[in-house]
C-alpha cells in the first residue's frame, strides 16, 4: 500500500497469486513500484519508503488497540475470504472482538425523515440486545444513527472507512467515532493510517462492510443512492438484502421500494431478518456435528443428556456463558453463536444475566 502506483486492488490481485518473496514480487510489480521497493531493500536509508515504513511500525506499536489485520491473522475475519476482492490487508483500531458476534451492516440516507432515524435506531439497539454487532461507514444520517444506538444499548459496532482509522470522517463524527472506541467498537481500513478521504475510496469501502456481513439492511434510500451500491455489492457477495418499506410519497423511500420490486426482503420487525439468516448456521454446524463435535460416551454421561445437539447437552437452567460453551463444545467463537442463535429462534434456549440456559422445550 505504500508502493507508488499500488493502491488497494492490485495489491490484491497480485496477492493472490502469492509469489515468493522478494523476487517473486520484484518480477510481478508495476515498473516504478518494482524499482521503489529494489531500492528500499538494497539501500534502505536513500528509500522514501523507509520512513513510511517507520511511521506505520510506530503507529503500530504506540498501542495495543491497534492492529494490521491480513489473510492468516488470527482476528481475519472469514466472511471476507467469500467475496471477490477482499482488502490485502485491515489497519484495526478497537477493540478485535468487535469481529466475532453475527454482524449486520445497517446503511441508508445521509439525509434521512425522522422515522427513518427513529428505524435505524431502534433495529440496531435491538440487535444489540440479542448480541449481533451493527456493522457501517460511519456517514452522517442512518449510518451513524444505528451505530450510537447499538453502542448506547451496549452492544458492538465496527465503522469501515474510506479513509485512514485515525482520520476522522466526517468531522462531525467525532463523538461518535470517540464512543466507538470507548465502548468496544472497531474502526477499519485498507488505507494506512494518516490518509485522507476520497471520493472514490467509498464505493471501495461500502464492499468491506458488507462483505463483513451476514446480510445488508438498507433503511432509507432515495433512487440514486449509495446506499444501493451497498445492497448491490451484498448481492453479488452472495449476502441477504433487507428493506424497510416507506410511502410512495417519500422520495427517501423510493429506493428501498424500488429494492424490494427487485427481490430484497420486506421487513416490518427484526425477526423478519433473523429468520432469514438461520441458513447461515446450518451449513457449519452439520459438518462439524458430524465430525470433530461427534459425542462420546464419556461427554454423554457428563453432560447427562444421552446426546443430541452438542450445545443443548451443555446447557441447563443455570447459564452458561459464551467461553465456556466454545470451550466444552470445541465449536470455533461465530459458529457457536451462530447455532446459539438457531437455537434461540427454535424457542430451545435463551440469554440471560450470565450466560445462555436451556429452556425448558429444549431437551
Request: include cysteine.
Amino acid at each position: 500500500m505504500r508502493l507508488p502506483g499500488m493502491g488497494a486492488s492490485r495489491l490484491a490481485e497480485l496477492v493472490t497469486t502469492d509469489p515468493a518473496w522478494p523476487d517473486g514480487w520484484l518480477a510481478r510489480l508495476p515498473r516504478q513500484a518494482a524499482s521503489a521497493l529494489r531500492l528500499w531493500l538494497d539501500h534502505p536509508a536513500r528509500s522514501p519508503l523507509d520512513a513510511l515504513v517507520d511511521a506505520d511500525l510506530a503507529w503500530l506499536n504506540a498501542d495495543p488497540t491497534r492492529h494490521l489485520l491480513f489473510p492468516g491473522h488470527v482476528a481475519w475475519p472469514a466472511l471476507l475470504g467469500q467475496i471477490a476482492d477482499p482488502p490485502p490487508v485491515l489497519w484495526a483500531l478497537g477493540d478485535l472482538d468487535a469481529l466475532l458476534p453475527p454482524a449486520l451492516a445497517i446503511v441508508g440516507s445521509r439525509r434521512p425523515t425522522r422515522e427513518g432515524l427513529t428505524n435505524a435506531a431502534a433495529f440496531a439497539r435491538e440487535l444489540a440486545l440479542r448480541d449481533w454487532c451493527v456493522n457501517s461507514g460511519l456517514a452522517l444520517g442512518i449510518d451513524g444513527a444505528a451505530q450510537r444506538a447499538a453502542l448506547e444499548a451496549g452492544g458492538r459496532s465496527v465503522a469501515v472507512l474510506g479513509c485512514g482509522v485515525d482520520v476522522i470522517y466526517p468531522p462531525r463524527h467525532a463523538g461518535l467515532y470517540q464512543q466507538l472506541l470507548d465502548r468496544g467498537g472497531l474502526v477499519l481500513s485498507e488505507h494506512p493510517p494518516g490518509t485522507r478521504a476520497r471520493p472514490g475510496f467509498f464505493p471501495r469501502r461500502n464492499r468491506i462492510v458488507t462483505g463483513l456481513s451476514l446480510g445488508v439492511l438498507v433503511v432509507e434510500a432515495a433512487e440514486k443512492s449509495g446506499s444501493l451500491v451497498s445492497a448491490r455489492l451484498a448481492v453479488e457477495q452472495n449476502r441477504d438484502v433487507f428493506a424497510l418499506p416507506g410511502s410512495i410519497h417519500n422520495p427517501q423511500a423510493r429506493g428501498c421500494l424500488q429494492l424490494i420490486r427487485q427481490g430484497a426482503v420486506l421487513v416490518r420487525r427484526l425477526d423478519d431478518i433473523l429468520e432469514e439468516l438461520t441458513h447461515w448456521a446450518a451449513p457449519a454446524f452439520t459438518t462439524l456435528s458430524s465430525t470433530a463435535l461427534s459425542p462420546t460416551a464419556s461427554e454423554c454421561a457428563a453432560s447427562g443428556d444421552g446426546g443430541g445437539d452438542p450445545l443443548l447437552r451443555w446447557l441447563s437452567d443455570s447459564p452458561s456463558p459464551l467461553d465456556a460453551l466454545v470451550a466444552l463444545t470445541g465449536l470455533a467463537v461465530p459458529d457457536c453463536q451462530r447455532r446459539l442463535l438457531e437455537l434461540e429462534l427454535e424457542g430451545l434456549v435463551a440469554q440471560a444475566p450470565g450466560g445462555w440456559v436451556r429452556l425448558p422445550g429444549g431437551v
